[in-house]
T-cell receptor, first 109, second 113 residues
Framework: GENVEQHPSTLSVQEGDSAVIKCTYS??????FPWYKQELGKRPQLIID?????GEKKDQRIAVTLNKTAKHFSLHITETQPEDSAVYFC????????FGRGTSLIVHP | NAGVTQTPKFRILKIGQSMTLQCTQD?????MYWYRQDPGMGLKLIYY???????DKGEVPNGYNVSRSTTEDFPLRLELAAPSQTSVYFC????????????FGPGTRLTVL
């Protein structure tokens, strides 16, 4: 099955800084690369996704970049705000997703 | 649309008891999933279904059973509850077969004592 790793497991930044979370995967057949955000006590929700025929996608302060050759994709958050504090999960796959263990992002005001 | 709904929100079970976690979606999604999330961990797939009448095991199916008699409903059955099944359970649905966004229910927090 797919082996998915996320780094770092915890990320602490000051408000206004940028944050980058990296996800590596093993299955070369994976063609869908989403990032989910889970606030404390809430359900995971999709914040951005990318497909294998695209290298980068942006949505306001968040972006996802994909390197299919190296089998990794990254979440970029610019101008971080306290409300960005949450756990972020990658979940790559082609048919059934495999979730990473999550990155806890803490944004200090 | 209500999206994905789950009941109950919380439940405490005694060891050896059984229960069914309910999940319903009103988005006409063909794929449905059950995950468990242990503290500080990601989501582990228990079972999934690609359509009514079809179910398959995920990564951690032992101790659980599912059924999918309709497109909307995907209940998860726990038989002989054990403390290792203490977790938060999320149901999700998605429009496939091409992998797409998953829509999650609010979760059920289960404690087995």
């Amino acid at each position: 099955g797919e082996n998915v790793e996320q780094h770092p497991s915890t990320l602490s930044v000051q408000e206004g800084d940028s944050a980058v979370i990296k996800c590596t995967y093993s299955d070369s057949a994976s063609n869908y690369f989403p990032w989910y955000k889970q606030e404390l006590g809430k359900r995971p929700q999709l914040i951005i996704d990318i497909r294998s025929n695209v290298g980068e996608k942006k949505d306001q302060r968040i972006a996802v970049t994909l390197n299919k050759t190296a089998k990794h994709f990254s979440l970029h958050i610019t101008e971080t705000q306290p409300e960005d504090s949450a756990v972020y999960f990658c979940a790559p796959g082609s048919y059934i997703p495999t979730f990473g263990r999550g990155t806890s992002l803490i944004v200090h005001p | 649309n209500a999206g994905v709904t789950q009941t109950p929100k919380f439940r405490i079970l005694k060891i050896g008891q059984s229960m069914t976690l309910q999940c319903t979606q009103d988005m006409n999604h063909n794929y449905m999933y059950w995950y468990r999330q242990d503290p500080g961990m990601g989501l582990k797939l228990i079972y999934y279904s690609v359509g009514a009448g079809i179910t398959d095991k995920g990564e951690v199916p032992n101790g659980y059973n599912v059924s999918r008699s309709t497109t909307e409903d995907f209940p998860l059955r726990l038989e002989l509850a054990a403390p290792s099944q203490t977790s938060v359970y999320f149901c999700a649905s998605g429009k496939q077969p091409e992998l797409n966004e998953q829509f999650f229910g609010p979760g059920t927090r289960l404690t087995v004592l």
